[in-house]
């Protein structure tokens, strides 16, 4: 119902516009305070390069933070990433990451770029304590924040946004009335606007999810995702039918597909029960992170990668890069 809403094919959505004007408002000023210096944002002593969105949710956001993660270490550097770690109620913050920090503590998304680039992550409502925590353990060159583009404490050199090139904004309205967090006339103050998808506009840079191959939950077993079959498919992210899109553009057409709330929280009886005799339960890496420790034979992920042309991956990536240099 709700991206119907969004989306402008429910009228429904007219009856929250004042939900709407108010948000609209409240974040309106907020940013306002900070622009004229009536709030003071803290500057890290490292460059602070934000990944977040104007919509909420299921843009590729998390995708292009690990990709941002691991170009800049494959260039030397020693990138930390902070985050809100939504979902995660952690019993101290800021919450540096470990290996035995589970996705109750920090949230789904944290734990998943910890695994996935080793990088030095830590978790807190306020980024600024996020960052400080970093710092005092180890050597950082540059800190990249998984979402925070509207949290304005914490000051930012540089901003990227992913737009999903598929819904966009929607009908253009704020939450709750319209998917947006911020208005689309804030893409003109950013420095990089990455289009998951879709057809990306003019100073935009395209950007495709490309799925590498099914990994088993509890062996780590690799196979080719064509080699899956009698597939049930399962996603708790923040646009499900994705997820679902992508195993049929690459040859697998799930017998069911289940979506699940973003950040949505597991039990194992909850995921066995979507399976029958001889039957494959194939999720998201986002989902894997918190059903692995329960999980069963039959039950797979699919890891995908951020993939950007290699022109413009490279330009982006000499900016962010002198960053560094001028610091």
Request: with cysteine.
């Amino acid at each position: 119902m709700i991206e119907r809403i969004w989306s402008g094919d429910s009228g429904l959505w007219r009856l929250l516009l004042p939900l709407s004007w108010l948000y609209g408002l409240i974040s309106s000023l907020l940013r306002l305070c900070y622009r004229l210096g009536w709030r003071k944002a803290w500057r890290a002593p490292v460059p602070v390069v934000v990944v977040g969105n104007l919509t909420a949710g299921g843009n590729g956001k998390t995708p292009v933070a690990i990709w941002l993660v691991q170009a800049l270490q494959q260039r030397g550097l020693r990138p930390g990433v902070v985050s809100r770690g939504y979902g995660g109620k952690a019993k101290v913050y800021p919450l540096v990451l470990d290996s035995t920090t589970t996705t109750g503590e920090a949230g789904d998304e944290p734990v998943l770029i910890y695994q996935r680039t080793g990088a030095a992550v830590a978790v807190s409502p306020k980024r600024k304590e996020a960052v400080q925590a970093l710092l005092a353990k180890g050597d950082i060159d540059i800190i990249i924040t998984d979402d925070g583009l509207q949290h304005y404490a914490l000051a930012r050199d540089f901003e990227i946004v992913v737009v999903d090139g598929q819904r966009r904004f929607g009908n253009g309205w704020w939450l709750p009335a319209g998917p947006m967090r911020e208005r689309a006339s804030r893409l003109k103050s950013v420095d990089a606007v990455i289009t998951n998808g879709g057809q990306a506009q003019d100073n935009e840079i395209a950007m495709r999810l490309m799925p590498g191959q099914a990994i088993n939950l509890r062996t780590g077993e690799a196979q080719p995702l064509s080699a899956l079959a009698n597939v049930v498919a399962m996603a708790g992210i923040g646009h499900p039918p994705r997820f679902f899109s992508t195993l049929r553009q690459h040859g697998v057409a799930p017998v069911k597909e289940v979506p699940f709330a973003d950040h949505q929280d597991y039990s194992e009886a909850q995921l066995t029960a979507l399976t029958g005799k001889d039957q494959i339960l194939l999720m998201t890496e986002k989902d894997a992170v918190k059903a692995k420790r329960f999980a069963a034979a039959n039950w797979w992920y699919l890891p995908v990668d951020a993939e950007l042309p290699p022109e413009q991956e490279k330009a982006l990536l000499n900016r962010i890069l002198a960053l560094k240099s001028h610091s």
